[in-house]
């Protein structure tokens, strides 16, 4: 199975973002997600993550409070929404199949005034 994200852009502080992870191959409502995101120069971190009980999610301490991760089995599709977006935000944003480690190609969010 693979995973493909879109919805990035070029933002303003303050905005808000929502991104999205189409999964196919796979049977998607059995599977854990979690985003990530990578800014220049530094590590990739951990943003969220929803676990296939929807109501499971956990939440980095930077996302806590303005992102919220939700899933559409329906449509295979993981979604992140991003509120009050902030400079420090900027980065190329990833989705993790977890247990089957599988990565999407990335999507980039940049905030800039």
């Known amino acids: 199975g693979h995973i493909v994200e879109s919805g990035g852009a070029s933002v303003q502080p303050g905005d808000s973002l929502r991104l999205s992870c189409v999964g196919a191959?796979?049977?998607?409502?059995?599977?854990?997600f979690s985003w990530y995101r990578q800014a220049p120069g530094k590590e990739r971190e951990h943003v969220a993550t929803?676990?296939?009980?929807?109501?499971?999610?956990e939440y980095s301490d930077s996302a806590n409070g303005r992102f919220t991760i939700s899933r559409d089995n329906r449509r295979s599709t993981v979604y992140l929404q991003m509120t009050d977006l902030k400079p420090e935000d900027t980065g190329v944003y990833y989705c993790?199949?977890?247990?089957?480690?599988?990565w999407g190609q990335g999507t980039q969010v940049t905030v800039s005034s």
């Open positions: 993790h199949r977890m247990n089957y480690d599988t």
């Open positions: 191959g796979f049977t998607f409502s059995d599977a854990a």
């Open positions: 929803i676990y296939s009980t929807e109501t499971l999610k």
